[in-house]
């Protein structure tokens, strides 16, 4: 009798979760600049740094 393999589950995200939308734009030079300064006065990344904001905004908007 031939030994069949068990399918196997489909690597990666789970299938439950709603994928990801990657976001795009390009910043105005003054607003990244204006990050920037922030970054260096906190010590975190700039990318860091949006994020927090962002966060922040997101917070502020659902209350």
Not at 41 to 54: F, H, I, P, W, Y
Request: proline letters at 8%; zero cysteines.
């Amino acid at each position: 009798m031939p030994v069949v393999a068990k399918k196997r589950s489909r690597a990666g995200r789970p299938r439950n979760r709603e994928p990801s939308v990657p976001v795009s734009f390009r910043l105005p030079k003054s607003v990244y600049d204006a990050y920037a300064r922030e970054a260096l006065k906190s010590g975190n990344s700039v990318n860091q740094t949006m994020r927090d904001a962002l966060l922040h905004q997101s917070l502020a908007t659902a209350t």
